[in-house]
């Protein structure tokens, strides 16, 4: 596996307010934990091709649910968010040679050297989009993408009919997901379930220099 996996990542990378957010929604509030499920897990692999010994980016990874899966079926996995109480939660449920876990905001902070070009053939981003600068996140990611790799988001959908949601559990309105994925050559939707919609991106038509 390429020698990210190894990188280590510099002390007194985040902010203090935005990563003790995340640490104080953690702590106090179970419900952000969201598990994986079989329908999730199906979906995803009938859409993403996350074959052995492919390279991984989870962005924004919470406790590391995909990371950690997508590392047994024999990916090497980046997994980095914003939160060190995350990361600790998700080192605690496991790690390995595959798997490595890293500190990073990506919104505030400088791109690591961990995060290189035509890097990774699959990024996931799972409720996390919500809370980027999306435009930003969407030219990075095609960069560190291989020629054949594939974003895959998952988005909870909001509605101006419901009750806001919790601060942890920011969603897009519909027109907002709608927007998505200019300049990308392909864009496949399927529904997750009542409140979240995946996407999956590939393919830009005018890839982003380095």
Known sequence: MPDLLTTPTAPGLLPLSASAQWDAWYTTDARINLPLTDTEIGLFHQHVNAAPEMMAL??????????????????????????????????????????????????????????????????????????????????????????????????????PDAPPPPPWAKGLAAEQIRSLGAGWAQRTDYPLDAGHVCIVLSGQADPPTA
């Open 58 to 159: 989870d962005a924004g990874c919470g406790t590391g649910h995909w990371s950690r899966r997508l590392a047994t079926t024999g990916l090497g996995v980046l997994a980095m968010d914003a939160s060190p109480t995350a990361l600790a939660l998700a080192r605690w449920q496991g790690t390995g040679s595959d798997l490595h876990y890293a500190q990073h905001d990506f919104v505030t902070r400088p791109i690591p050297s961990s995060l290189r070009p035509g890097t990774f053939d699959v990024i996931m981003c799972r409720n996390t989009l919500p809370y980027l600068d999306r435009e930003r996140f969407l030219v990075d990611a095609a960069r560190w993408l291989t020629p054949k790799g594939q974003l895959h988001l998952t988005i909870p959908v909001t509605s």
